[in-house]
């Protein structure tokens, strides 16, 4: 069984920074991409920023330059670094999968809560 594990929200201030991590186990053969995607209250859930087993990224529009993500290939973690972060990027961040055969592994999720 394949698990996501998110870890690194928390309470910034904006202007400030923050690193999620997501480490995924199980038995995994195939990571096809890992990204990350953010839900705030009352909106939908949307993507954040991807990347691919090839290496290449997408980005939201709203948080290019300021949003990276990477990945240790040894450890089956992805990360995102988020810097000069906003109040409208508070939300519920999640980790998302297409490992394997499947695309719609999750993580259980982790608060962002930026305060102006």
């Known amino acids: 069984q394949v698990q996501l594990v998110e870890s690194g929200g928390g309470l910034v201030q904006a202007g400030g920074s923050l690193r999620l991590s997501c480490a995924a186990s199980?038995?995994?053969?195939?990571?096809?991409?890992m990204g990350w995607y953010r839900q705030a209250a009352g909106k939908q859930r949307e993507l954040v920023a991807r990347i691919f087993s090839s290496g290449s990224t997408n980005y939201a529009d709203s948080v290019k330059g300021r949003f990276f993500i990477s990945r240790d290939n040894v450890k089956n973690t992805v990360y995102l670094q988020m810097n000069s972060l906003k109040p409208e990027d508070t939300a519920v961040y999640y980790c998302?999968?297409?490992?394997?055969?499947?695309?719609?592994?999750w993580g259980q999720g982790t608060q962002v809560i930026v305060s102006s």
């Open positions: 998302n999968g297409d490992l394997n055969f499947r695309s719609d592994y």
């Open positions: 199980g038995i995994i053969f195939r990571i096809n991409a």
